[in-house]
């Protein structure tokens, strides 16, 4: 295989973007999960890993593997970051990063043929040194063009017990080493012994390998996995501009993550140290990590007022958040939920989320603000016979043609202007103007225009539920 400057000509970046981060409650949700969110700066974690991945010489149009609720908030965002030529792949259920790699490189062998190089990463993950992750992933490149199948070791900055860790071994050629041992999260004792070792590194969940590579292996030592996931992406449809999985057979892969379906297995696995800041931002404590806004160690976002308190993590989304006397605490606030815990227990912020679920919660899985491929829109009142929403209608995107049985609709425009359908009537409305929906029309709203539709609507009748919808047309295929 060809390579420039110890990396193979052709890298096909691989985002996971699964998952529902429910430590990072309540700021991320089951349908807008923590790699859709700006938790850093102005991107999305998902934004930046691509962007990231963008910059490794070589580095193809990424490919993004997600799940069917989430895919119109992936192309979204790509989209505003001008990677509009990405493809993505929707998962119909969650089977770990085994099933994933092995979709992923049959659509690299497919596009760009077996030798291609795929950079498997989480979109969930933040890295502070660009240039150094791109030395790192130009290391591993390279060991993958030599026939490994390629992890990164992460040189640690602390004792940490909610990661996994590796033991680096021989050197190999270039800058990549043997994996000596994988080790499962260790307890702090364990953690720090490691640390003062100083060859044991946190397992950053990032592979490349070439595509047949990992395949070869992946059917040696897990035959049904790669049997079903060759299935599912072969026997798979174009939705739109999506893949859509085979759903039975994805569903009949074992649920199985890479390091235990190959790399504890394999001959070819190789380690490459990566020291770039990164971190997979588990939990509420990533906000340390953050320059501290005072002087008395507070890492305070958004609008926040301090007194007399010590060593706390502030995350304020709506409103004024003021702390007195408070030490040694996180408090994030979103419209709809507050959270506040002791630093040293943020790693239980899931049982709140599993208590939710449990109780039949809306606030475990939808976030203030939904998000829907024409735009979003979020709840500002509702009472028992009525709901007031603002809605924003991209340019160029338009409302599905429905009905409800259950209520009526007022909408009133705000700014820019929209085509409306009520029946068989199509008019504009411009600002300050509105319009009324009786119960059981056909309507539907279009913004033909050139910058952001939004409006208020105001929903009354007996239900207001966002299940009473009767769809007719719709472009986005729902």
Known sequence: MNTSNNAPIRILPVLLAGG???????????????????????KSLLQNTALRAARIPGSLPPLVICGDQHRFIAAEQ????????????????????????????????????????????????????????VRSAIAACGAASSGHIVTFGVVPTRAETGYGYLKR????????????????KPDLETARKFIADGDYL??????????????????????GIAENAENAYRLGKHDLDFIRLHADSFQNCRSDSIDYAVMEKTALAALVTMDAG??????WEYLAALPPSDNSGNVARGDVFLEGSRNNLISANSRLVSLIG??????????????????????????????????????????????RPWGWYETIALA?????????????AKLSLQMHHHRAEHWIVVSGTAQVTIEDKVFLLSEDQSTYIPLGNKHRLDNSGKIP?????????????????????????R
Request: charged letters at 25%.
């Open 326 to 371: 408070v030490e040694n605490h996180v408090v994030v606030e979103t419209a709809d939920a507050v959270l506040i815990a002791s630093r040293d227990h943020t790693q239980d912020v899931k049982k709140i989320v599993q208590r939710l679920k449990a109780s039949g919660r809306s606030e475990a899985q939808v976030h203030p603000r939904v998000y």
């Open 20 to 42: 529902s981060g429910t430590r990072l409650w309540p700021q991320s949700r089951e349908q807008y999960p923590k790699q859709f969110l700006n938790l850093i700066d102005d």
């Open 453 to 477: 539709l939004e409006i208020i609507e105001v929903q009354t009748g007996s239900y207001v539920g966002e299940d009473d919808i009767v769809r007719f047309e719709d472009i986005y295929g």
């Open 278 to 283: 990164w971190d997979d931002v588990g939990s």
């Open 78 to 133: 790509l989209r505003q970051i001008g990677m509009t030529d990405a493809t993505i792949i929707l998962e119909p259920t969650g089977r770990n990063t085994a099933p994933a790699a092995a979709v992923a490189a049959h659509f690299a062998t497919e596009k760009y043929g077996e030798d291609v190089a795929v950079f498997l990463m989480a979109a969930d993950h933040t890295v502070r040194d660009n240039e150094a992750f």
């Open 169 to 184: 071994g021989t050197a190999l050629d270039g800058d990549a080493y043997q994996v000596a041992q994988f080790v499962e």
């Open 202 to 223: 946190w397992n950053g969940g990032l592979f490349v390998f070439r595509a047949n590579v990992f395949l070869g292996e992946l059917t040696k030592f897990e035959p």
């Open 384 to 396: 028992g016979r009525f709901q007031v929403k603002r809605i924003m209608v991209k340019p160029g």
